[in-house]
């Protein structure tokens, strides 16, 4: 499964494109299976319909923790870093790992999880978080995590969606210096929630809480109630492992929906190669278990591999700017992978707090998440890695499983700003406006897939045909990621963001459809438009021109952007606050009504020199009042 020179990963590559079914059996050997699979792939995009290790079956917790007590159980599983650095941590190890999950996958039966059942986790980054994740795939359960940053009404709506019998949450999250009351933000969620049965409630921050007699238990109550005895459910390969919401460019966030068997490998193959990871090393991944980076690089990958892995509750700015470096120093770390956004928000605070602090024990650097600038990738480099550590630039998605186009650390030459190239089983295509496939080095299109990797999403939950319009639809036959891509002369890919109406905003994924909807939803406004701009430290800020009634019921136009956003945070989350709102009193639209959004980019990027051809707009004045009062 390992890939050690350059040699081997273009072997490597050339074997997984001439033969994939072999290729990813011989992978697949790697792991622990209940029952071998009888065809290793069976495809098509246009449905579109992908099974991978057709008739194997497993359980993915099997392989991330029964098969390592022999060997390991007693190295450190997990190791968990307070918010406050003065609370003491705590170091699960293997077998003290399993024993927790089992315990917890009992307590999810006992109040009535079978197979099957969707369970929603709302949890700040504690161990619990893992262990109610691992506990679900015990049993067979399928969860579905929401980010602790998403408002009742985001937790509601992906409850319904999913339909979920259970959540699981917390009274409170210590995040800084806040304290985020997670069980009263639940509560409102579910008074529109009939599909849920119980809560179960750990304490975190032991806030007051309201627990409903007959549906909310108590976690550490209930955990005393079983034993921990709990063998894994036997899963098919194609058995629902997990959803994850994701933003699209229209409507409600979608249930990207991953599977067992080849979810499992991929995430697992990935994580080992991608990182060069040796056993006893110590990874560091600063993403939240609430997005796919936490599902497939805290949890899977590395547990799957044998590896340790930290779960850090905290930000990187409390209580000071040196709190990444302090857990580097402390835990020794040796693999650390962050977003873009961290690395600009930290270098602007300057070298003091990195050179107090002993990172020698690094030695690989991984960013994820939106594209990083060239300062910013040097910086990195230079006073984190101390130009030693090679620098992964993983590009991936929620719907990919894991990373697909990244150099392989210490093998593959890196460039600044470039993923590099595709991983094994990763056969990316570039396509113009119609579809027509750009070939040679030197050039740029729309980045699409030609063939499946095991991690490929399977479905979007409840509606397979969005999955197929979304993914499928806009080149026949390709997987089209909705990012735009140059291949450079050496044939290197660097990805240089969404061509869809998705933001990327401080590495969190947002339509700026929800955004509009939810601005929509704020009395008085008539009607809204949502785009991102280039913004230094979050990569992308969200821009919103917004039309209202009259003088917006009398209050100043200050008065009603607080409350807009207000709205937009009980409505979707703090997330998707818009960082500038202008009133506009018309938008450029068509003839046909359609909003022209390349005009809105441009005036919002500060680019109004040329916004081209102007003469097709219903009302072409409105252009130059929104650039006169562009922010
Ligand atoms: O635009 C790409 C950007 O993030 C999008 C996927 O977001 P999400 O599903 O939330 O997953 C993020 C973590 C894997 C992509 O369509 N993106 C992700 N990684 C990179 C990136 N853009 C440039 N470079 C990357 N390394």
Known sequence: MRIRTFDEYQTAYQKSVDDPEEFWAEIAQNFQWRKPWTKTLQWNFTEPSVKWFIGGKLNITENCLDRHLAERGDQPAIIWEPNDPNEAGVTLTYRMLFDQVCRFANVLKRNGVVKGDRVCIYLPMVPELAIAVLACARIGAVHSVVFGGFSAQSIADRINDAQCKVVVTADGAYRGNKEIPLKSTVDDALIGCPSVQKVIVMTRTRTPVSMLK??????????????????????????????????????????VVHTCGGYMVYAAYTFQNVFQYEPGQIHFCTADIGWITGHSYIVYGPLACGATSIIFE???????????????????????????????????????????HDLSSLDVLGSVGEPINEEAWHWYDDHIGKNRCPIVDTWWQTETGGILISPIAGITKTKPTYATLPLPGVQPILVDENGKEIEGNGVSGNLCMKFPWPGILRTTYGDHERCRQTYFATYPGLYFTGDGCLRDEDGYYRITGRVDDVLNVSGHRIGTAEVENAINMHTGVVESAVVGYPHDIKGQGIYAYVITEGDAGGHDAELTKRDILATVSRVIGPIAKPDKIQFVSGLPKTRS??????????????????????????????VDEIKAGAL
């Open 314 to 356: 905290g930000v990187p700015t409390y209580p000071d700017y040196g709190r990444f470096w302090d857990i580097v120093d402390k835990y020794k770390v040796n693999i650390l992978y962050t977003a873009p956004t961290a690395i600009r928000s930290l270098m602007g605070f300057g070298l003091e707090k990195v050179d107090n």
């Open 593 to 622: 009504g359609k909003i022209m959004r390349r005009i809105l980019r441009k005036i919002a990027e500060g680019d109004t020199s040329n916004l081209g051809d102007t003469t097709t707009l219903l009302d072409p004045a409105v």
């Open 214 to 255: 007959g549906r909310d238990v108590w976690w550490e109550q209930e955990v005393k109630q079983v034993t921990a005895d709990c063998p894994a459910e036997e899963m098919d390969a194609e058995d629902m492992l997990f959803i994850l919401y994701t933003s699209g460019s229209t409507g409600k966030p979608k249930g």
